[in-house]
């Protein structure tokens, strides 16, 4: 049979049943998608040695004759050795596999292989550990080569892999090639077959550096192609002319008890110039911890109501949107009367002036009463009625992926007359590469300056050895009539699969929030009945009712709590300027950005603030990472950093991303991503609609299904 892209896998030769089903479970069903297999990462066995010459731990690759081959069982160990002898002109060195019986009669003595595995020491002397073989007069398919390594499991092993996919790369001739020639020769890329054959089987290092590169290349490539065109489409729209009211602006200003930074005045400029154009606008506002967005975004809010129009703030958690809510009647009283503004969750249903039923609140939301609204996203899916929205502010942005925040621009067009502006807001200061690849489809507002007043953090790595005296220290601050928060990871159990690191920006803990939440309430015991019975230690976690949490939040404000065991929940929306200490037990589960969210929850007040970095046994190697964060205050330096140290799948979250493996491992390459937007702002230039470019704008169709799901 004359094997082409599109033959199923189950009649390539050597693939049953079984290795069907483990493929199929990987999005593998045809030859072409094999091929598009790409391994992560590559073992050099490509330098063969004399015996004479190797070194203990090196890998390498030999070339040499098997003078004799025998089986051993170890009983105690309950497996099978064998142990092989071979020999070339400058030596005889011994080879040992584990449990592959079947090497007895798949290797001959007196022939020649290529052996490719790790030099290791057993019984006084070097032996070559579980080598890859081949014969030496074939292909190097797994040895003596930059050899691919990819995803695995117990069935699926390279070895397999490897020995499928090298007979198809002939077929990567027949795939058209997906980039137009004038981004080829822009960027000097290799064409799309060559790369195919080279990133499976490189020729050579550069070779190999070369393919990755043009395939990741084309990854970001149809990112940036399909972000810029839902951009076009979304200005596409009509919205709302707001008019630029410079006196409102000012008399505002003036009623606030600060002054704005500079940046703060300089995105608020930009906000309000975006609000006067006759399309959406689209544009993130992304500021450190406490940098004063709320007050930015309240400017716009402001200018947008003065004209008659609604304006929404959607907020991820209960506790931030009603946080919003109070916010802003305080800071726009001189503004609105109290029917005007009001909160909407599944729990929490008021105006500035009075509690109020769902239906009634819903009610003056269709009639246009309420000017500024605040709630989560219970007000999508209630489906509630606007009398004229113009405008949507989303906060904590970082927890919507591409694909999230594109079906969240659908529903936000579905709930108004006409297409609202949209103003993202993230507390996470994200590295610009990951804000050019992920972001791009937004105008990016920075807010990088701290408020006036703001003061520095005391931040100290804890070890477990020093628990004693941190909680004593604790006690200090609490008779002062302070108050501490206490932030519990994930605890691992056998029984539970979880990530080292906590992915931040997803957020989703749909699989792991019980044993977290388990893991607060044995703290919150422990500390209440073991370490500070003579104190009030209260629990706050995400599986509690709206209502609980907010009163338990209130009881804290309000000083009748003196510690509070929470969650990462508490990570946005809590404002105490009472809290002193920001206690994180198991803080190298945590990323460094997630760190400085939580220590960010304290020094709001006039007192000097702390922030404890508590290790768990075992962990002292975290302090090096850890370390970052004690001597580092700015947020988007460490942002910069942790993704350095953690890369792009933890810091954006792997599974929210729905990136491609090669284009998450350069997410931190921010030469490639600016040659992909140059690339795709190039495209759209000679035409919007990429009418000259049939096979591109096919593959980026497909891409689009791909990356919805669909």
Not at 86 to 111: C, E, H, M, R
Not at 287 to 314: H, R, Y
Not at 476 to 483: A, D, I, N, T
Not at 663 to 680: F, Q, R, V, W, Y
Request: hydrophobic content about 40%; some cysteine.
């Amino acid at each position: 049979m004359t094997l082409n892209l599109n033959t199923p896998i189950s009649l390539i030769p050597g693939i049953g049943y079984r290795y069907k089903d483990a493929l199929n479970q990987r999005g593998i069903h045809k030859a072409k998608d094999l091929l598009f297999y790409f391994p992560f990462r590559y073992d050099d066995f490509s330098e063969i040695k004399k015996i004479k010459d190797l070194r203990l731990g090196e890998k390498v690759t030999i070339e040499a004759t098997l003078k004799g081959i025998q089986k051993k069982e170890s009983f105690r160990r309950r497996m099978v050795i064998i142990e092989g002898v071979v020999s070339d002109d400058s030596g005889s060195l011994k080879i040992v596999w584990f449990n592959q019986p079947y090497l007895l009669t798949a290797l001959q003595t007196g022939k020649t292989y290529r052996f490719s595995g790790k030099v290791d020491f057993n019984g006084g002397m070097l032996v070559l550990g579980n080598p890859s073989f081949e014969k030496n007069d074939n292909p190097t398919v797994n040895t003596g080569s930059l050899l691919p390594i990819y995803h695995e499991d117990r069935l699926l092993t390279s070895r397999w892999l490897r020995g499928k996919i090298f007979p198809l790369l002939s077929l990567a001739d027949k795939i058209p090639e997906t980039l137009p020639q004038i981004i080829l020769k822009k960027f000097s890329l290799l064409g799309l077959s060559e790369s195919i054959k080279e990133v499976h089987f490189p020729s050579s290092a550069e070779k190999r550096d070369q393919s990755r590169r043009r395939l990741a290349f084309e990854e970001l490539f149809l990112i940036q192609l399909y972000l810029s065109s839902q951009k076009l489409k979304w200005q596409a729209n009509p919205a709302p002319e707001i008019p630029i009211k410079i006196d409102l602006i000012k008399k505002f200003l003036k009623k606030l008890p600060f002054k704005l930074t500079y940046a703060q005045r300089k995105a608020a400029w930009e906000i309000v110039q975006d609000l006067n154009k006759n399309y959406p606008m689209n544009r993130l506002l992304e500021g450190d911890v406490g940098s004063g967005k709320t007050v930015v975004s309240a400017i716009a809010a402001l200018a947008v109501a003065n004209e008659g129009f609604q304006t929404v703030f959607l907020a991820p958690t209960e506790i931030l949107a009603i946080q919003h809510f109070k916010t802003l009647k305080k800071i726009l009283a001189d503004f609105f009367s109290k029917e005007e503004i009001g909160v909407f969750t599944r729990s929490k249903q008021e105006t500035a002036k009075k509690k109020e039923t769902k239906e009634a609140l819903i009610k003056k939301i269709k009639q246009g009463k309420i000017k500024i609204i605040s709630g989560t996203h219970a007000i999508l899916q209630e489906n509630i009625q606007f009398n004229n929205l113009g405008f949507v502010i989303i906060d904590e942005q970082h927890r919507f992926g591409v694909e999230q925040r594109s079906n969240l621009q659908k529903k936000i067009k579905e709930i108004g007359k006409s297409i609202p502006h949209l103003l993202s807001m993230s507390a996470t200061p994200i590295p610009r590469t990951l804000a050019l690849a992920v972001y791009s489809d937004l105008d990016l507002s920075i807010l990088n300056e701290l408020p006036m007043g703001r003061q520095k953090i005391i931040t100290r790595i804890i070890p477990p050895v020093k628990r004693g005296d941190m909680y004593e220290f604790i006690r200090s601050e609490v008779k002062k009539g302070r108050q501490i928060f206490v932030i519990c990871p994930l605890v691992e159990d056998k029984n539970t699969v979880t990530e080292e690191v906590y992915p931040f920006l997803t957020h989703d803990y749909t699989k792991l929030s019980e044993q977290e939440v388990k893991a607060a309430v044995k703290e919150q015991e422990i500390l209440q009945t073991k370490v500070f019975p003579e104190f009030k230690v209260g629990l706050l976690h995400g599986r509690m009712k709206g209502k609980d949490k907010e009163k338990i939040m209130m009881d804290f404000k309000a000083k009748k709590t003196q510690i509070l065991v929470s969650t990462s929940v508490v990570e946005v929306g809590v404002d105490i300027p009472n809290a002193t200490v920001m206690l994180i037990e198991g803080a190298e589960r945590f990323g460094l950005a997630q760190l400085h969210q939580f220590r960010g929850r304290v020094g709001r007040g006039k007192h000097q603030s702390y922030c404890f970095l508590l290790l768990s046994e075992g962990s002292i190697k975290a302090n090096q990472r850890l370390n970052a964060i004690v001597k580092c205050e700015d947020g988007f330096a460490l942002a910069e950093q942790d993704l350095k140290i953690r890369g792009p799948g933890e810091f954006i979250g792997t599974r929210q991303s729905g990136l491609p493996d090669l284009t998450m491992a350069n997410l931190s390459d921010s030469e490639l991503i600016k040659n992909a937007k140059e690339g795709a702002e190039l495209i759209h230039s000679l035409g919007k609609d990429l009418g000259s470019f049939p096979i591109l704008k096919k593959r980026l169709e497909s891409f689009e299904k791909e990356f919805h799901g669909e």
